[in-house]
């Protein structure tokens, strides 16, 4: 009887459910994206319900979750073709409890608990005993960490979202201009960033792009620590723009990994 009653509660629910909402379906050639959710219909802009990405060419997850009242809410996951790359919850817009990221191979990178503002996991790889350049003042030092910059969404996800939010100028993608960029920035001792520079130039709109693109992404860092002290870090990452004739305006991402304070283009 109790079991009846639950499934009548969940039917009930679910059919009021579809009457205040109506789903939609948003191409964005191109970002190669195809965005399904749920608005209210009494109001087309508000998002409400389950909302997913996919890749339009293959139909590759990218993400999926909730929203409640124009606001992510719930748990989330973030997808590339090789599996989840980061998840967790939120509460109105706002991260909260325990979220991991993977990299490709699906290892655990980072866990950090939001809730309590403490990094429970971080896979300090050998390559992070590379010297970094530590900015005091008006004077820099090399020296090895006791842990690197932390990105608390994974490195997987920070070249990724590089090269989605990449926009390759148009005379630059017809002139066949193609290579990388790599753009320097200061993650500074609270674990905000700024000073975005260029430290490897190709060409002065690509390198435009390159530092758009990098300072578009949004993340909490954690700054580096030396001596038991959260430090001021220079820190790179790569931008790769490769000619694609069938979508012109799309960026290849990189083939790169991070290390340490050193970016390796492989």
Not at 73 to 95: A, C, H, M, P, Q
Not at 109 to 123: A, G, M, R
Not at 215 to 226: H, K, M, T, V, Y
Not at 260 to 265: E, S
Request: proline share 3%.
């Amino acid at each position: 009887m109790r079991i009846k009653m639950l499934c009548l509660v969940l039917l009930v629910s679910f059919k009021l459910f579809a009457q205040k909402t109506k789903q939609v379906v948003s191409d964005d050639l191109s970002r190669n994206t195809r965005e399904i959710y749920n608005v209210l219909k009494a109001d087309n802009e508000t998002l409400e319900g389950s909302y997913k990405t996919y890749t339009i060419l293959k139909n590759d997850l990218l993400q999926e979750g909730f929203y409640h009242k124009d606001q992510k809410d719930g748990f989330w996951r973030y997808y590339t073709n090789k599996g989840v790359i980061l998840e967790g919850s939120y509460k109105t817009n706002e991260k909260i409890g325990i979220w991991s990221a993977y990299d490709a191979q699906r290892k655990l990178q980072v866990s950090y608990d939001y809730t309590i503002k403490k990094l429970l996991f971080f896979n300090q790889q050998s390559s992070d005993s590379t010297t970094y350049d530590v900015i005091n003042g008006t004077d820099t030092t090399k020296t090895v960490l006791e842990r690197p910059p932390v990105y608390l969404n994974g490195n997987t996800w920070l070249l990724r979202a590089i090269a989605r939010a990449t926009q390759y100028p148009d005379d630059a993608h017809y002139a066949t201009k193609q290579g990388y960029v790599i753009v320097s920035f200061t993650i500074k001792d609270d674990g905000k960033l700024a000073n975005y520079r260029i430290a490897n130039s190709l060409d002065p709109e690509l390198d435009k792009a390159a530092i758009k693109a990098a300072a578009s992404i949004e993340g909490d860092w954690l700054p580096g620590i030396l001596n038991g002290k959260p430090v001021n870090v220079k820190y790179q990452v790569p931008v790769k723009f490769v000619t694609n004739r069938r979508y012109p305006t799309r960026l290849i991402p990189a083939s790169s990994i991070l290390r340490g304070g050193v970016t390796i283009v492989q």
